[in-house]
């Protein structure tokens, strides 16, 4: 099935600390497409590789270093300690050394030395400070693309050096260069020209969520809706287009439909702000991202909604839970008695608890229940306002969901959970080598409680966790269907009428 | 990068994607299949001329429910389902059916 080996799972007791052997240069020759013309324009860059792009990419550099303190901070403040070595998946799937965190943060911070500092200046290569050639620039585009700005390793820093902003930084300075991927770009691109990753048109939405209604009606016979542009409603789902589009995503979205419906709350998609996905994070664009999420405040305001609740998607909620209100701010337009942003777990726990909505446990009784922590979710937001709800809330959910949950290795969960292999911005099938072996550790983990607890089932929180191991599971022999939303269970569970 | 078929060159991506949806015609598809590994039977043509019927109308691949529901119209209701997409495109309904069919890949995180 595979063109590269698929690593070996030890089956470790302790999955985070099965260390692989050094393999240097073993992941040299994994790259993205690059961008093309049609991905760039669009967005504001440059074509292609522009002509003298080193002078360009310093002073794209000396611009993010005023711009951004943390990104200075973190270049300057790295003692060597060796802590994040092996905190990295793509590290502990690959064992090729650039991909310990350290290591990918030097490409770029001995270019930050070599051109900014004066030590770096007068003393070069001795003091870690290296020229900025092709040979550099080859690098960064291969190893700031094996970084899925998880940011596992920056829980393990002392310094809480945060590798993905500065992964973010690198792939700024390529893209103003002419010099990004393909994948990220062109998806941005879409969500400009029809409102969606995807490319998924309003009519074809409107078939969708029809075809949906008549699911669900077929299955239960109640008349669940799923409305698109409806003026007035009370909120406003922003979800990722793949909700609408892949398996099984969209058992999550009829999930929503029914907590809805239920709970008597009026609701609508939006046609023009159809994702709630922002790749402009990826891409380390702060101009891109406040495009990207001023959609959803537009969309807002036109439809005169009271709320915004947010579906299952990782990166959003980072981008809707820490940034939305500088990035599209301020909201003072929605109703003040509702958090702004809301996360759909957030609304649906909230509803049991105040008894809005009844689950029935033993629609779900089959199933053995893990949860996987999405590194966005799990590292860069919240949940129900208090500290550590992002871990609670979903796993409260579950719980009342299915008769039976288990927990993976506690190395590998909350604030320590493993990337699945395909975040940030690597979701793409030119990097599936990456993806099989990012995934590593993860799997590792699954498979301790699959054989030790019997556990049968993956619930994930995120449209790029869902896909991504409902790809690659099967590579090591974990049927695909093992991945399941957290609203899927709930849209088995709720009771109707 | 171009496929030749009949000495007639068909310009695709980096995975086979063909670059325009009108050039497309079913000996495109076999060739395509032929790449791909698959050998086309009548319930693949089925999928693929779904996918090109829908395509026309909304410029969108369908999404997988749409997909199983169709299948499960035309080639009866056990075969209405993911697992079945796969047995028939093993890279997934939704990219390697596509690539067949001569519709651009879906993009995002699908």
């Given at each position: 099935m595979a063109k590269f080996e698929v690593p070996v799972l030890t089956m470790s007791e302790e999955p985070a600390r099965d260390i692989p052997e050094i393999q240097a240069g073993v992941m040299a020759h994994s790259r993205p497409f690059l961008a093309k013309p049609e991905h760039n324009k669009p967005l504001g860059f440059p074509d292609s590789l522009v002509d003298h792009w080193q002078e360009k990419a310093l002073e794209r550099m000396g611009s993010l270093l005023k711009r951004f303190r943390s990104l200075r901070v973190f270049l300057d403040s790295c003692v060597k300690c060796g802590a994040c070595t092996d905190k990295?998946?793509?590290?502990?799937?690959?064992?090729?050394p650039k991909n310990m965190p350290v290591a990918r943060q030097d490409l770029l911070r001995s270019v930050y030395r070599r051109y900014f500092t004066l030590p770096g200046q007068l003393f070069g290569p001795l003091v870690g400070a290296?020229?900025?050639?092709?040979?550099?620039?080859?690098?960064?585009?291969?190893?700031?693309?094996?970084?899925?700005?998880?940011?596992?390793?920056?829980?393990?820093?002392?310094?809480?050096?945060?590798?993905?902003?500065?992964?973010?930084?690198?792939?700024d300075i390529m893209d103003h260069v002419g010099y990004g991927q393909k994948y990220c770009n062109e998806i941005i691109t879409k969500v400009h020209k029809i409102g969606n990753n995807l490319g998924l048109p309003g009519p074809a939405l409107a078939d969708t969520l029809m075809g949906l209604e008549e699911d669900v009606h077929d299955e239960t016979g109640h008349d669940v809706k799923f409305p698109l542009d409806v003026e007035g409603a009370d909120v406003l789902l922003i979800t990722p287009s793949a909700d609408f589009f892949a398996e099984p995503h969209v058992d999550g979205l009829v999930g929503y439909a029914k907590v809805f419906h239920q709970a008597g709350v009026s609701w609508?998609?939006?046609?023009?702000?159809?994702?709630?996905?922002?790749?402009?994070?990826?891409?380390?664009?702060?101009?891109?991202?406040?495009?990207?999420?001023?959609?959803?405040?537009?969309?807002?305001y036109d439809l005169k909604v009271k709320r915004i609740v947010f579906g299952e998607c990782g990166h959003a909620w980072r981008v809707a839970y820490s940034f939305l209100n500088t990035l599209a701010g301020p909201w003072d337009f929605l109703d003040k008695d509702y958090p702004v942003p809301q996360h759909i777990i957030e609304f649906t726990t909230d509803l049991i608890q105040r008894g809005g909505i009844k689950l029935d446990r033993s629609a779900n009784e089959n199933m053995v229940v893990t949860l996987h922590d999405s590194c966005n979710v799990a590292r860069g937001a919240r949940m129900g306002g208090v500290p550590g709800g992002q871990f609670t809330l979903p796993r409260t959910l579950l719980k009342a969901c299915a008769p039976q949950y288990v927990?993976?290795?506690?190395?590998?969960?909350?604030?320590?959970?493993?990337?699945?292999?395909?975040?940030?911005?690597?979701?793409?099938?030119?990097?599936?080598?990456?993806?099989?072996?990012?995934?590593?550790?993860?799997?590792?983990?699954?498979?301790?409680?699959?054989?030790?607890?019997?556990?049968?089932?993956?619930?994930?929180?995120?449209?790029?966790?869902?896909?991504?191991?409902?790809?690659?599971?099967?590579?090591?022999?974990?049927?695909?269907?093992?991945?399941?939303?957290?609203?899927?269970?709930?849209?088995?569970?709720i009771l109707l009428g | 990068m171009a496929y030749e078929l009949n000495g007639k060159k068909i310009e695709h991506d980096?995975?086979?994607?063909?670059?325009?949806?009108?050039?497309?015609?079913?000996?495109?598809?076999?060739?395509?299949?032929?790449?791909?590994?698959?050998?086309?039977?009548?319930?693949?043509?089925?999928?693929?001329?779904f996918l090109r019927e829908y395509y026309n109308e909304y410029q969108i691949?369908?999404?997988?429910?749409?997909?199983?529901?169709?299948?499960?119209?035309?080639?009866?209701?056990?075969?209405?389902?993911?697992?079945?997409?796969?047995?028939?495109?093993?890279?997934?309904?939704?990219?390697?059916?596509?690539?067949?069919?001569?519709?651009?890949?879906?993009?995002?995180?699908?």
């Open positions: 990295c998946h793509y590290f502990l799937g690959t064992g090729d290296n020229d900025l050639t092709q040979e550099t620039l080859e690098e960064w585009y291969t190893y700031f693309h094996q970084c899925s700005q998880c940011r596992r390793c920056s829980v393990f820093c002392p310094y809480g050096i945060d590798t993905a902003e500065i992964s973010m930084a690198a792939r609508t998609v939006s046609s023009y702000a159809s994702e709630a996905a922002n790749f402009g994070m990826f891409i380390g664009s702060y101009e891109q991202m406040y495009k990207v999420a001023n959609r959803i405040r537009k969309a807002a927990d993976m290795h506690p190395d590998t969960i909350n604030d320590k959970t493993f990337c699945c292999g395909g975040g940030g911005g690597l979701l793409t099938d030119d990097l599936m080598e990456l993806r099989v072996k990012g995934a590593k550790p993860r799997v590792e983990a699954l498979k301790n409680v699959m054989t030790q607890a019997g556990v049968t089932h993956i619930a994930s929180l995120c449209a790029i966790c869902k896909s991504q191991f409902t790809k690659i599971l099967p590579y090591y022999d974990i049927e695909m269907d093992a991945v399941v939303s957290v609203h899927g269970l709930v849209s088995k569970a | 980096e995975e086979g994607y063909i670059a325009d949806v009108n050039g497309w015609n079913e000996d495109v598809a076999k060739m395509i299949a032929d790449v791909e590994g698959i050998d086309m039977t009548s319930e693949h043509w089925e999928v693929i001329h691949a369908p999404a997988v429910r749409v997909l199983t529901k169709a299948v499960a119209k035309k080639l009866g209701p056990e075969k209405g389902n993911n697992k079945y997409l796969y047995e028939l495109f093993p890279y997934g309904p939704g990219k390697q059916a596509c690539k067949i069919a001569g519709l651009p890949k879906p993009t995002g995180c699908v």
